[in-house]
Protein backbone atom coordinates (compact mmCIF):
# COMPACT_ATOMS: atom_id res chain seq x y z
CA UNK A 1 0.00 0.00 0.00
CA UNK A 2 1.02 3.53 -1.02
CA UNK A 3 1.30 5.77 2.35
CA UNK A 4 0.02 9.01 2.59
CA UNK A 5 3.10 10.62 2.82
CA UNK A 6 4.28 8.61 -0.31
CA UNK A 7 1.36 10.47 -2.18
CA UNK A 8 1.57 13.54 -0.70
CA UNK A 9 5.65 13.67 -1.91
CA UNK A 10 4.37 12.65 -5.42
CA UNK A 11 1.64 15.48 -5.48
CA UNK A 12 4.25 18.03 -4.22
CA UNK A 13 7.16 16.81 -6.84
CA UNK A 14 4.86 17.06 -9.88
CA UNK A 15 3.87 20.47 -8.71
CA UNK A 16 6.98 21.49 -8.50
CA UNK A 17 8.00 20.44 -11.68
CA UNK A 18 4.99 21.61 -13.68
CA UNK A 19 6.22 25.17 -11.86
CA UNK A 20 9.77 24.79 -13.58
CA UNK A 21 8.29 23.62 -16.57
CA UNK A 22 6.56 27.00 -16.93
CA UNK A 23 9.00 28.93 -16.06
CA UNK A 24 11.67 27.70 -18.50
CA UNK A 25 8.56 28.40 -20.91
CA UNK A 26 8.05 31.84 -20.19
CA UNK A 27 12.14 31.97 -20.07
CA UNK A 28 11.97 30.76 -23.49
CA UNK A 29 8.76 32.48 -25.11
CA UNK A 30 6.79 29.40 -25.48
CA UNK A 31 3.47 28.83 -24.44
CA UNK A 32 3.50 26.06 -21.45
CA UNK A 33 0.22 24.03 -22.75
CA UNK A 34 2.38 22.76 -25.61
CA UNK A 35 5.04 20.96 -23.42
CA UNK A 36 4.02 17.29 -22.15
CA UNK A 37 5.13 15.65 -19.02
CA UNK A 38 5.80 12.26 -19.36
CA UNK A 39 6.87 10.16 -16.35
CA UNK A 40 9.30 7.73 -16.86
CA UNK A 41 8.02 5.41 -14.97
CA UNK A 42 10.02 2.13 -15.11
CA UNK A 43 10.77 -0.14 -11.94
CA UNK A 44 7.76 2.09 -10.24
CA UNK A 45 4.63 -1.17 -9.37
CA UNK A 46 1.43 -0.34 -11.38
CA UNK A 47 0.17 1.31 -7.73
CA UNK A 48 2.77 3.44 -7.72
CA UNK A 49 1.80 4.62 -10.93
CA UNK A 50 -1.64 4.60 -10.74
CA UNK A 51 -1.78 6.85 -7.88
CA UNK A 52 0.55 9.47 -10.30
CA UNK A 53 -1.69 9.33 -12.88
CA UNK A 54 -4.30 11.18 -10.94
CA UNK A 55 -2.03 14.48 -10.99
CA UNK A 56 -0.99 16.56 -13.33
CA UNK A 57 1.11 14.55 -15.79
CA UNK A 58 0.20 14.15 -19.65
CA UNK A 59 2.20 10.54 -20.36
CA UNK A 60 3.36 7.83 -19.06
CA UNK A 61 7.56 6.26 -20.67
CA UNK A 62 8.01 2.58 -20.16
CA UNK A 63 11.22 1.23 -21.00
CA UNK A 64 11.06 -2.35 -20.77
CA UNK A 65 8.02 -4.49 -22.73
CA UNK A 66 6.71 -6.16 -19.72
CA UNK A 67 6.06 -3.08 -17.66
CA UNK A 68 4.12 -1.45 -20.57
CA UNK A 69 2.33 -4.82 -21.08
CA UNK A 70 1.43 -5.21 -17.18
CA UNK A 71 0.74 -1.34 -16.68
CA UNK A 72 -1.33 -0.95 -19.81
CA UNK A 73 -3.54 -4.49 -19.07
CA UNK A 74 -4.05 -3.04 -15.73
CA UNK A 75 -4.85 0.12 -16.04
CA UNK A 76 -2.42 1.84 -14.37
CA UNK A 77 -2.08 5.07 -16.85
CA UNK A 78 -5.87 5.74 -16.28
CA UNK A 79 -6.30 6.44 -19.90
CA UNK A 80 -3.73 8.45 -20.17
CA UNK A 81 -1.01 7.92 -23.33
CA UNK A 82 1.75 5.29 -22.84
CA UNK A 83 4.86 5.98 -25.41
CA UNK A 84 8.12 2.96 -25.57
CA UNK A 85 10.97 4.82 -24.75
CA UNK A 86 13.45 2.32 -24.19
CA UNK A 87 15.43 0.01 -26.49
CA UNK A 88 13.51 -2.04 -28.73
CA UNK A 89 14.34 -5.43 -29.45
CA UNK A 90 12.79 -6.69 -32.55
CA UNK A 91 11.06 -10.25 -31.92
CA UNK A 92 9.14 -7.93 -29.11
CA UNK A 93 7.48 -5.45 -31.88
CA UNK A 94 4.31 -7.07 -31.83
CA UNK A 95 3.45 -6.07 -27.95
CA UNK A 96 4.40 -2.64 -28.52
CA UNK A 97 2.59 -1.69 -31.80
CA UNK A 98 -0.81 -0.42 -30.81
CA UNK A 99 0.02 -0.43 -27.14
CA UNK A 100 2.07 2.32 -27.38
CA UNK A 101 0.79 5.67 -28.47
CA UNK A 102 3.89 6.75 -29.67
CA UNK A 103 7.79 4.27 -29.41
CA UNK A 104 9.71 7.05 -29.21
CA UNK A 105 12.93 4.86 -30.14
CA UNK A 106 13.58 4.12 -33.43
CA UNK A 107 16.84 3.78 -34.26
CA UNK A 108 17.38 1.75 -37.03
CA UNK A 109 15.99 0.81 -40.40
CA UNK A 110 15.37 -3.13 -39.32
CA UNK A 111 13.45 -1.87 -36.57
CA UNK A 112 11.15 0.50 -38.14
CA UNK A 113 10.34 -2.25 -41.04
CA UNK A 114 9.41 -4.65 -37.95
CA UNK A 115 7.25 -1.73 -36.95
CA UNK A 116 5.41 -1.27 -39.76
CA UNK A 117 4.90 -5.14 -40.81
CA UNK A 118 3.27 -5.55 -37.23
CA UNK A 119 1.00 -1.82 -37.79
CA UNK A 120 0.30 -3.14 -41.23
CA UNK A 121 -0.75 -7.01 -39.71
CA UNK A 122 -2.63 -4.91 -36.73
CA UNK A 123 -4.45 -2.51 -39.49
CA UNK A 124 -3.31 0.60 -37.51
CA UNK A 125 -1.24 3.57 -37.97
CA UNK A 126 1.85 3.58 -35.45
CA UNK A 127 3.10 7.18 -34.31
CA UNK A 128 6.90 6.98 -34.03
CA UNK A 129 10.16 9.00 -33.10
CA UNK A 130 13.75 8.69 -34.29
CA UNK A 131 15.76 8.34 -31.48
CA UNK A 132 18.94 10.71 -32.25
CA UNK A 133 22.83 9.71 -30.84
CA UNK A 134 23.13 13.56 -30.19
CA UNK A 135 26.27 12.44 -28.17
CA UNK A 136 28.36 10.83 -30.56
CA UNK A 137 30.05 7.93 -29.24
CA UNK A 138 29.39 8.64 -25.43
CA UNK A 139 26.06 8.20 -25.79
CA UNK A 140 24.97 4.04 -26.87
CA UNK A 141 21.26 4.79 -27.90
CA UNK A 142 20.31 6.37 -31.05
CA UNK A 143 21.04 6.81 -34.72
CA UNK A 144 23.77 8.93 -35.75
CA UNK A 145 22.36 12.07 -36.76
CA UNK A 146 24.15 11.75 -40.81
CA UNK A 147 21.62 8.49 -40.55
CA UNK A 148 19.04 11.01 -39.65
CA UNK A 149 17.61 10.95 -43.32
CA UNK A 150 17.80 7.41 -44.94
CA UNK A 151 15.74 6.68 -41.82
CA UNK A 152 13.60 9.72 -42.35
CA UNK A 153 12.77 8.66 -45.35
CA UNK A 154 12.15 5.51 -44.96
CA UNK A 155 9.23 6.03 -42.31
CA UNK A 156 7.78 8.48 -44.81
CA UNK A 157 7.66 5.47 -47.12
CA UNK A 158 5.78 3.05 -44.28
CA UNK A 159 2.19 3.57 -45.15
CA UNK A 160 1.31 2.14 -41.45
CA UNK A 161 4.14 4.66 -39.69
CA UNK A 162 3.70 8.26 -38.94
CA UNK A 163 7.05 9.91 -38.07
CA UNK A 164 6.05 12.62 -34.99
CA UNK A 165 9.79 13.96 -34.18
CA UNK A 166 12.78 12.90 -32.50
CA UNK A 167 13.69 11.94 -29.09
CA UNK A 168 17.33 12.07 -27.25
CA UNK A 169 19.48 11.04 -24.64
CA UNK A 170 22.33 13.31 -24.35
CA UNK A 171 25.41 11.42 -22.74
CA UNK A 172 24.99 11.11 -18.90
CA UNK A 173 28.60 12.63 -18.19
CA UNK A 174 28.13 15.98 -20.16
CA UNK A 175 28.46 18.74 -18.79
CA UNK A 176 25.29 21.32 -18.72
CA UNK A 177 26.90 23.55 -21.02
CA UNK A 178 27.36 20.44 -23.77
CA UNK A 179 24.06 19.34 -22.51
CA UNK A 180 22.27 22.68 -24.00
CA UNK A 181 24.24 22.63 -27.19
CA UNK A 182 22.70 18.58 -28.09
CA UNK A 183 19.56 20.28 -27.20
CA UNK A 184 20.05 23.08 -29.29
CA UNK A 185 21.49 20.84 -31.96
CA UNK A 186 18.19 18.51 -31.61
CA UNK A 187 15.98 21.51 -32.01
CA UNK A 188 17.93 22.54 -35.13
CA UNK A 189 17.61 18.58 -36.74
CA UNK A 190 13.81 18.70 -36.03
CA UNK A 191 13.59 22.53 -37.90
CA UNK A 192 15.42 20.37 -41.09
CA UNK A 193 12.91 17.44 -40.44
CA UNK A 194 10.22 19.85 -40.50
CA UNK A 195 11.37 21.51 -43.41
CA UNK A 196 11.27 18.79 -45.79
CA UNK A 197 7.95 19.21 -45.44
CA UNK A 198 6.65 15.03 -46.01
CA UNK A 199 3.78 14.40 -46.71
CA UNK A 200 2.70 12.10 -44.28
CA UNK A 201 4.97 12.67 -41.40
CA UNK A 202 3.39 15.35 -38.61
CA UNK A 203 6.85 16.50 -36.92
CA UNK A 204 5.71 17.98 -34.18
CA UNK A 205 7.80 16.22 -31.57
CA UNK A 206 11.06 16.75 -29.82
CA UNK A 207 11.21 14.43 -26.66
CA UNK A 208 14.48 15.50 -24.79
CA UNK A 209 15.27 16.74 -21.16
CA UNK A 210 15.47 14.45 -17.82
CA UNK A 211 15.45 15.31 -13.99
CA UNK A 212 18.71 17.05 -14.27
CA UNK A 213 18.24 19.02 -17.54
CA UNK A 214 14.35 19.34 -18.69
CA UNK A 215 14.70 23.23 -17.69
CA UNK A 216 17.13 23.65 -20.26
CA UNK A 217 15.47 21.08 -22.78
CA UNK A 218 12.39 23.27 -22.78
CA UNK A 219 14.26 26.30 -22.98
CA UNK A 220 15.98 25.04 -26.19
CA UNK A 221 12.44 23.66 -27.95
CA UNK A 222 11.25 20.33 -26.02
CA UNK A 223 7.67 19.17 -26.55
CA UNK A 224 8.12 16.12 -24.07
CA UNK A 225 9.99 16.02 -21.23
CA UNK A 226 10.76 12.60 -19.89
CA UNK A 227 11.30 12.64 -15.95
CA UNK A 228 11.14 9.62 -13.34
CA UNK A 229 13.70 10.60 -10.16
CA UNK A 230 12.41 13.85 -9.60
CA UNK A 231 8.64 12.46 -9.68
CA UNK A 232 9.24 9.05 -8.04
CA UNK A 233 12.65 9.37 -6.33
CA UNK A 234 15.67 7.08 -6.61
CA UNK A 235 14.71 3.58 -8.63
CA UNK A 236 15.11 0.48 -6.41
CA UNK A 237 16.68 -1.83 -8.67
CA UNK A 238 17.59 -4.44 -6.19
CA UNK A 239 13.52 -4.89 -6.16
CA UNK A 240 13.82 -6.19 -9.81
C1 LIG B 1 14.80 6.62 -16.96
C2 LIG B 1 14.63 7.46 -18.16
C3 LIG B 1 14.25 8.80 -18.07
C4 LIG B 1 14.06 9.53 -16.75
O1 LIG B 1 15.26 9.63 -16.06
P1 LIG B 1 15.30 10.40 -14.63
O2 LIG B 1 16.71 10.85 -14.53
O3 LIG B 1 14.92 9.40 -13.60
O4 LIG B 1 14.35 11.53 -14.72
C5 LIG B 1 14.04 9.50 -19.25
N1 LIG B 1 14.20 8.94 -20.45
C6 LIG B 1 14.59 7.65 -20.59
C7 LIG B 1 14.74 7.08 -21.95
C8 LIG B 1 14.81 6.88 -19.46
O5 LIG B 1 15.21 5.61 -19.60
Known amino acids: ?34 IRLCAACKTRTVEEVRASADLAIDLF ?8 VEKTDAG ?32 SERLLQKIEAAAARAG ?66 LAALQARQYARAVPDTLSMGMSGDYAAAIEEGATIVRIGTAIYGARDYAKH
Open 1 to 34: MLNQETLARMAENVAAIRRTMAEAARKAGRDAAE
Open 61 to 68: GENHVQEL
Open 76 to 107: AYAGKPGHFIGHLQTNKVNKVVGRAAVIESVD
Open 124 to 189: LVQDILIEVNIGAEASKSGIAPESLWPLAEAAEAATHLRLRGLMAIPPADATPEMTRRFFAAMREL
